[in-house]
């Protein structure tokens, strides 16, 4: 990002939308970090109450089916067709333009969600089955009533998606950062009260996401648009309206095609229920460790860079694009190779530090999550890359390309996970048919995004992952030996540890790097200069 400004100077494009980036990226890392510990802590809250079974196998097969509309509907095809649309009105001067665009979409998908929630509801028992083939009878029908209640959340999410991006477009971050932390507070007081006040089982965890989503998903979401100044919000459901056309020209897309990045977790949950009690947590454990880098540092600059990447199209200053692109492809690299090294090298540690408690602490599935998890992290840096190279599609208005190749690499992922089901691997070839798709599809966006915009110095892209990937492996041998020598008991021990180990990783990372001489070390330093500012104040 751009050096600080000399006070009598006027700020540029460039200079202004590189602050807006690593302001906004600095807000987003912070909530969500929170979002992946509190995540986390959820996680750790259903091992300690439920353990590793066929009980938490119902629970994970339950959001399967709301997941399955969240995925293809609002998990980012909804935003990401919307904020470029409202973004071009926003910054073109036409803002009542921009709000009655806004009244439309929410109209017609507020009629849109409704009718799919209703189609699910139906169907939760048959969707229940499929997903779960092989698991007792039992676990099937405890799946599909709690996928009932977990079903109108889904209204929340998708509105909430709409409003959320309303927020991005006029770089607001703090309530969009909020929303999933409210969301995870939620369960976890779900799990954690409801059994011992109302006698629930594992439903109250499905009880505690509805309000979470509810509340921070539509309710602080709609609060904050409500109170943006000039807004006009009517319902409507013109679809004549100026930019509802080509909102679904962006939008169809991704509703008719199923992208990997969406659909890879559901399609693991479905061949992980016939490989035995307990293996669908196992899988959903480790997927929610790999997801944490790739939470942090992936969707944090995608999110932080998409409004400013949609303006400078709608400006058609696609040199700025271009190199606002390609920091971030560097950066983010920077962040995600060593942390996928150090989730590697301490995947044991880490697993029995969140997950060993209650009836979860059972030494076999610990071992199988950490394995699974050690899988993951040959992954982890192609799918910390994707949220922004679709955003980059996304930005110049084009969403039939990215979701046609997403498409075609969902279909190989599937036909993998069938084919090789019954091979000695057994349920780990979940998590390797992952990665490689994950791997192959991070590289046919990229090139293709390339070809689309412009060079987008590829070649500067490659030397800073060769570079991170040399100063993470000493970082992760240091760590990797360090645990070898040191065996915490308690496990507060345990997280003191890890606390000193991993800053000395840290550190010797930075170290490494900065002798190395890559430039995304600068971001870390000025991050450090301002720390020490604070601290002398």
């Given at each position: 990002m751009s050096e600080t400004l000399p006070p009598d100077s006027e700020p540029?494009?460039?200079?202004?939308?590189?602050?807006?980036?690593?302001?906004?990226?600095?807000?987003?890392?912070?909530?969500?970090?929170?979002?992946?510990?509190?995540?986390?802590?959820?996680?750790?809250?259903?091992?300690?109450?439920?353990?590793?079974?066929?009980?938490?196998?119902?629970?994970?097969?339950?959001?399967?089916?709301?997941?399955?509309?969240?995925?293809?509907?609002?998990?980012?095809?909804?935003?990401s067709a919307f904020v470029p649309v409202f973004s071009e009105f926003l910054y073109t001067n036409r803002k009542r333009e921009a709000w009655r665009f806004f009244s439309v979409v929410v109209s017609l998908c507020s009629v849109i969600i409704v009718v799919l929630i209703a189609l699910a509801w139906i169907s939760a028992p048959q969707i229940a089955a499929f997903m779960g083939a092989g698991k007792p009878e039992e676990t099937i029908l405890e799946a599909a009533a709690m996928s009932r209640i977990l079903l109108p959340m889904q209204y929340a999410f998708m509105i909430g998606s709409v409003l959320i991006g309303v927020l991005y477009a006029h770089k607001h971050y703090l309530v969009p950062g909020l929303a999933p932390n409210v969301y995870n507070v939620g369960l976890i007081l779900g799990g954690l009260v409801l059994p011992g006040l109302m006698g629930m089982g594992i439903e109250s965890m499905a009880w505690g996401a509805l309000v979470g989503a509810l509340i921070g998903n539509f309710v602080i979401p709609a609060i904050s648009v409500f109170r943006l100044p000039g807004r006009t919000i009517r319902p409507s459901f013109d679809v004549h309206t100026e930019g509802v056309r080509k909102f679904?020209?962006?939008?169809?897309?991704?509703?008719?095609?199923?992208?990997?990045?969406?659909?890879?977790?559901?399609?693991?949950?479905?061949?992980?229920?016939?490989?035995?009690?307990?293996?669908?947590?196992?899988?959903?454990?480790s997927t929610n460790l790999m997801q944490v880098p790739h939470g942090i540092f992936g969707?944090?600059?995608?999110?932080?860079?998409?409004?400013?990447?949609?303006?400078?199209?709608?400006?058609?200053?696609?040199?700025?694009?271009?190199?606002?692109?390609?920091?971030?492809?560097?950066?983010?690299?920077?962040?995600?190779?060593?942390?996928?090294?150090?989730?590697?090298?301490?995947?044991?540690?880490?697993?029995?530090?969140i997950y060993g408690y209650g009836k979860a602490a059972s030494e076999p599935e610990l071992a199988l999550v950490a394995e699974s998890l050690q899988i993951f992290t040959i992954g982890i840096w192609a799918w910390c890359l994707q949220p922004m190279l679709m955003r980059g599609f996304y930005s110049v208005h084009e969403s039939l390309k990215p979701v046609l190749i997403s498409t075609a690499m969902t279909v190989a992922f599937t036909v993998g996970c069938a084919t090789l089901a019954h091979t000695p691997l057994e349920f780990r070839i979940l998590p390797w048919a992952s990665n490689v798709a994950a791997i192959i599809l991070t590289l046919l966006l990229m090139t293709s995004l390339q070809k689309r915009v412009g060079d987008l110095q590829l070649g500067l892209v490659l030397k800073t992952a060769l570079q991170s990937l040399g100063a993470s492996?000493?970082?992760?041998?240091?760590?990797?030996?360090?645990?070898?020598?040191?065996?915490?008991?308690?496990?507060?021990?345990?997280?003191?540890?890890?606390?000193?180990?991993?800053?000395?990783?840290g550190w010797i990372y930075l170290a490494a790097t900065r002798a190395m001489k890559m430039p995304e070390t600068e971001y870390v330093n000025r991050a450090l200069a301002r720390f020490s500012k604070r601290k002398a104040a």
């Amino acid at each position: 990002m751009s050096e600080t400004l000399p006070p009598d100077s006027e700020p540029t494009t460039e200079s202004s939308g590189a602050t807006t980036v690593a302001r906004a990226g600095g807000m987003l890392v912070f909530f969500l970090l929170l979002s992946r510990v509190l995540g986390l802590l959820r996680d750790t809250v259903m091992g300690y109450q439920f353990g590793v079974n066929n009980v938490t196998d119902s629970y994970r097969i339950a959001f399967t089916i709301p997941d399955t509309i969240f995925y293809l509907v609002a998990g980012g095809g909804l935003s990401s067709a919307f904020v470029p649309v409202f973004s071009e009105f926003l910054y073109t001067n036409r803002k009542r333009e921009a709000w009655r665009f806004f009244s439309v979409v929410v109209s017609l998908c507020s009629v849109i969600i409704v009718v799919l929630i209703a189609l699910a509801w139906i169907s939760a028992p048959q969707i229940a089955a499929f997903m779960g083939a092989g698991k007792p009878e039992e676990t099937i029908l405890e799946a599909a009533a709690m996928s009932r209640i977990l079903l109108p959340m889904q209204y929340a999410f998708m509105i909430g998606s709409v409003l959320i991006g309303v927020l991005y477009a006029h770089k607001h971050y703090l309530v969009p950062g909020l929303a999933p932390n409210v969301y995870n507070v939620g369960l976890i007081l779900g799990g954690l009260v409801l059994p011992g006040l109302m006698g629930m089982g594992i439903e109250s965890m499905a009880w505690g996401a509805l309000v979470g989503a509810l509340i921070g998903n539509f309710v602080i979401p709609a609060i904050s648009v409500f109170r943006l100044p000039g807004r006009t919000i009517r319902p409507s459901f013109d679809v004549h309206t100026e930019g509802v056309r080509k909102f679904f020209t962006l939008f169809l897309p991704t509703v008719l095609g199923f992208s990997l990045p969406s659909l890879c977790a559901l399609i693991s949950q479905k061949f992980a229920s016939g490989y035995g009690e307990g293996i669908n947590t196992v899988l959903f454990y480790s997927t929610n460790l790999m997801q944490v880098p790739h939470g942090i540092f992936g969707q944090s600059l995608a999110l932080a860079a998409f409004p400013v990447l949609s303006q400078f199209y709608a400006q058609q200053r696609m040199d700025l694009y271009r190199d606002q692109i390609s920091r971030t492809l560097r950066t983010i690299l920077y962040l995600a190779i060593p942390s996928s090294a150090l989730l590697a090298a301490c995947a044991p540690q880490v697993v029995n530090l969140i997950y060993g408690y209650g009836k979860a602490a059972s030494e076999p599935e610990l071992a199988l999550v950490a394995e699974s998890l050690q899988i993951f992290t040959i992954g982890i840096w192609a799918w910390c890359l994707q949220p922004m190279l679709m955003r980059g599609f996304y930005s110049v208005h084009e969403s039939l390309k990215p979701v046609l190749i997403s498409t075609a690499m969902t279909v190989a992922f599937t036909v993998g996970c069938a084919t090789l089901a019954h091979t000695p691997l057994e349920f780990r070839i979940l998590p390797w048919a992952s990665n490689v798709a994950a791997i192959i599809l991070t590289l046919l966006l990229m090139t293709s995004l390339q070809k689309r915009v412009g060079d987008l110095q590829l070649g500067l892209v490659l030397k800073t992952a060769l570079q991170s990937l040399g100063a993470s492996a000493l970082a992760a041998g240091f760590a990797f030996g360090a645990f070898q020598m040191i065996h915490p008991g308690r496990k507060v021990l345990l997280a003191a540890a890890f606390f000193g180990v991993f800053a000395c990783a840290g550190w010797i990372y930075l170290a490494a790097t900065r002798a190395m001489k890559m430039p995304e070390t600068e971001y870390v330093n000025r991050a450090l200069a301002r720390f020490s500012k604070r601290k002398a104040a």
